[in-house]
């Protein structure tokens, strides 16, 4: 990397050593320098003038692959920096004394263990051969997760039957891939800023070769690309901001989940595309270091600007092997109790305790800034809410935005806030105003008052019980509610609970709702069911909208006694009011208030008497499934004569020439809604 090629290249100019009491007595040089091979291994053959106690300090890095050893109190007496080797994985000899310092620095091909002698005057550094790959290999960008491929079978047999996302709990996006096997060879990797997901030799029906605009769910991932690739199909995840992802089959299905990483300005790396620790791969071996000395050795390996407070003292013996620096740096600071603090490309590394006291300092001092600091006045233009609930939002004394000299004025004729307050607070209502000011999300509600037949009601519940469908039926008698019924099993919107007042309610997915539909419209052409209103509304996201549909009467009360004769109006209506809420995943949830009002009868001198009817719930819906809402029974009585003319009018004899008849009904109001979230481009 060029960043780690400037360091080394500043490294040998400036050389930053590390004393290590490794010498038996000062006045060292390095005078020999051989190179050789045995046994397939190379040995590089360093003689010095005085023999070390113990060998030299070294650290390596993977990426460019290089090894340093570092020589105290010792001096460069070979006459020459570099010395050419072409020999195994040795590559070239780099040898720089600065003060009464030496590094030396082994230029790799690729990375090879290595082992280090001392043998009297002479050190001895052993690389041992490698095979393929390098033992530490850089990590440019994250290796692609492989799943099983295909054994043993035809490449026709795989193919893709179903793609979906949704949202999960944790706010992560869910991409669910349905396979039609579970051998389909699956390839998962990073691709520049996106995910790419590689079904190995597998077809892709037309319907699903689509790009996915996911943006709605509230998640990670903005869009999920479908499409071919020769005899694979790719699917792209594209996501947005700090993230990170997991990969897992079960059985026929493939799922993957891109999480959303909050982001921590202390910490080196983010963690957003990759998990664990993300440095390049350094290996360390130091007795008895200086701890603020072992500190500049991380400053020169990763570029970063280190200041160490004064009071971080001590010394450290650590040998690490192929491991990522900040890993590294990670173990030495728990190990001496050091906190990092993290400023761009400067870290600040100091004793935890003196660090949270520096914070807490510096928070003060910045509270007593506010109340000194000069105040301006700003106006806000609001374009959704309310001026004056924003004001009041602002001032509100248990969560205050503004400061105590802060000020809000509202000017309801233009819909603007001026705020009163310090720079610092007014950036904080910026802040807060761009977040809470936005459109709100529309939805549409469609509805179906339909009186329908006990036979309608139950042979409707079967039909949808046998259909492949999410369905759920709960019952609800006096405030206690009860699963009645559930997909697998045949199931009735009157299925006998106990009282008169019970209300059912039926909960069905987006593709229900065209059976459903179809359903409703054989029924009416067969009479069992008449649709009595079928209205509209389209309500905002927790706002109430009401639907009314009826008839108004105007009735007048015959006088009695002393009571003279008057008029009333009586609305015998049937009205829905709902309040959606839009859930984080999709869905939505409906606050449901149905009543029904109707003359139960001619008026009499006491008054008319109205029958009335209310249900309310709560139910959560899929967007563009169906709630259908039971229990509201009504019981008709109808009565026919048919008579012969003037015969059947004669007092007692007419009795042989007419009949009546008498027929009574028994029916259900079912109430039917669907919820659909309209698209932002189509509601405004």
Do not use: C
Not at 19 to 37: C, E, K, M, R
Not at 82 to 92: M, N, T
Request: hydrophobic share 40%; glycine share 6%.
């Amino acid at each position: 990397m060029k960043t780690i090629e400037t360091l080394f290249r500043r490294a040998l100019v400036a050389l930053l050593l590390f004393p290590v009491a490794v010498l038996a007595q000062s006045g060292n040089s390095i005078d020999t320098l051989q190179v050789g091979q045995h046994d397939g291994m190379t040995v590089v053959k360093i003689g010095l003038r005085q023999a070390l106690t113990a060998p030299p300090s070294s650290f390596s890095v993977a990426d460019p692959a290089r090894i340093v050893f570092d020589f105290p109190q010792a001096t460069n007496g070979l006459g020459r920096n570099v010395q050419q080797a072409d020999q195994g994985e040795l590559r070239s000899i780099n040898v720089v004394q600065a003060g009464d310092r030496t590094r030396m620095v082994l230029n790799l091909k690729k990375m090879a263990p290595f082992e280090t002698k001392v043998d009297g005057a002479f050190v001895l550094i052993t690389l041992q051969a490698t095979s393929g790959q390098s033992t530490s290999a850089a990590i440019a960008e994250k290796p692609a997760q492989h799943f099983p491929e295909v054994k043993g079978k035809d490449s026709e047999e795989h193919s893709i039957r179903d793609i979906a996302f949704r949202r999960g709990a944790a706010g992560e996006g869910i991409v669910t891939i349905d396979l039609a096997d579970a051998n389909t060879g699956i390839d998962v990797r990073q691709q520049g800023t996106s995910l790419v997901v590689e079904f190995q030799k597998t077809k892709l029906p037309e319907t699903l070769r689509r790009k996915m605009d996911v943006m709605d769910f509230a998640t990670p991932v903005t869009t999920v690309t479908t499409a071919t690739l020769g005899e694979n199909v790719r699917v792209t995840i594209a996501p947005t901001g700090l993230w990170e992802h997991a990969a897992y089959q079960t059985d026929n299905q493939f799922v993957v989940q891109v999480k959303p990483v909050k982001e921590d300005p202390n910490k080196l790396f983010q963690g957003t595309q990759q998990r664990g620790y993300q440095g390049e791969k350094i290996s360390l071996n130091f007795q008895n270091i200086p701890l603020r000395e072992l500190l500049y050795v991380f400053a020169d390996i990763t570029g970063f600007n280190i200041v160490v407070a004064d009071n971080v003292a001590g010394s450290v013996s650590l040998r690490l092997n192929d491991v990522p620096w900040d890993q590294a740096l990670e173990i030495v600071m728990q190990q001496q109790n050091l906190a990092m603090r993290k400023n761009g490309n400067v870290m600040q590394i100091g004793r935890a305790a003196e660090l949270t006291k520096q914070e807490e300092e510096a928070l003060k001092a910045r509270q007593a800034l506010g109340d000194i600091e000069p105040t301006k006045t700003e106006s806000f233009q609001i374009n959704y809410q309310k001026a004056d609930a924003i004001s009041k939002l602002l001032t509100d004394p248990k969560q205050p935005v503004l400061s105590k000299r802060g000020t809000a004025v509202v000017d309801a004729y233009t819909n603007r806030v001026f705020i009163t307050d310090t720079p610092s607070r007014l950036n904080d209502v910026r802040q807060l105003i761009s977040a809470i000011d936005i459109p709100a999300r529309q939805v549409l509600i469609e509805a179906k008052f339909v009186q329908a037949s006990k036979n309608f009601t139950e042979t409707l519940g079967a039909k949808l019980s046998f259909t492949n469908t999410k369905t759920t039926l709960f019952g609800r008698s006096n405030g206690v509610e009860t699963l009645m019924a559930d997909a697998t099993n045949p199931m009735s919107f009157s299925p006998g609970i106990p009282g008169g007042n019970t209300l059912r309610f039926a909960l069905f997915n987006a593709s229900a709702t065209r059976i459903i539909n179809l359903e409703l419209q054989a029924s009416e052409q067969e009479s069992h069911a008449k649709t009595i209103s079928s209205p509209r509304v389209v309500a905002e996201n927790n706002s109430s909208a009401k639907i009314a549909d009826g008839t108004t009467f105007y009735m007048t009360i015959p006088a009695s006694g002393n009571t003279a004769a008057s008029s009333v109006t009586i609305d015998a209506t049937l009205s829905l009011t709902v309040t959606p809420q839009i859930t984080p995943d999709g869905k939505v949830k409906m606050k449901l208030v149905i009543a029904k009002k109707s003359l139960a009868g001619a008026p009499s001198a006491a008054g008319v008497n109205v029958r009335s009817s209310e249900v309310s719930t709560d139910a959560t819906v899929d967007n563009g499934g169906t709630l259908i809402l039971g229990g509201v029974s009504s019981a008709e009585t109808s009565e026919t004569v048919d008579k012969v003319p003037f015969l059947g009018d004669i007092p007692i004899l007419g009795a042989l020439f007419r009949s009546k008849n008498t027929t009574s009904t028994d029916g259900e109001l079912l109430v039917f809604i669907t919820p659909r979230i309209l698209d932002q481009k189509l509601a405004f």
